[in-house]
């Protein structure tokens, strides 16, 4: 099992920049394909982004343009960079690990646009 642990969250005013990361456990963080989901009160957990082990990257279409995901295998860590952050946005945001169909999720960060 991969343990996963989110941080960055925290409380922005619209249009503010935050940045996640998501550190993984293990040795084997390289074949993974990561994804950022969240989950806004009351909605599903929906997909955000998400990279693949060579780099291939996919977006949900409301964060394109403003939501970069990136990876770096040396630190075991993915990271969202998110800027021009709308209310919406507002959400519980967790990392997943995909590895052969195997999936490990974070306990999740909590991100709220507010002014």
């Known amino acids: 099992q991969v343990q996963l642990v989110e941080s960055g969250g925290g409380l922005v005013q619209p249009g503010g920049s935050l940045r996640l990361s998501c550190a993984a456990s293990?040795?084997?963080?390289?074949?993974?394909?990561l994804g950022w989901y969240r989950q806004a009160r009351g909605k599903q957990r929906e997909l955000v982004a998400s990279i693949t082990a060579l780099g291939n990257t996919n977006y949900t279409d409301s964060v394109k343009g403003r939501f970069t995901v990136s990876r770096s295998n040396a630190a075991n860590t993915v990271y969202l960079q998110m800027n021009s952050l709308k209310p919406e946005d507002t959400a519980v945001y967790f990392c997943?690990?995909?590895?052969?169909?195997?999936?490990?999720w974070g306990q999740g960060t909590q991100v709220t646009v507010s002014s």
């Open positions: 997943n690990a995909d590895y052969r169909g195997r999936v490990d």
């Open positions: 293990g040795n084997m963080f390289i074949f993974y394909t």
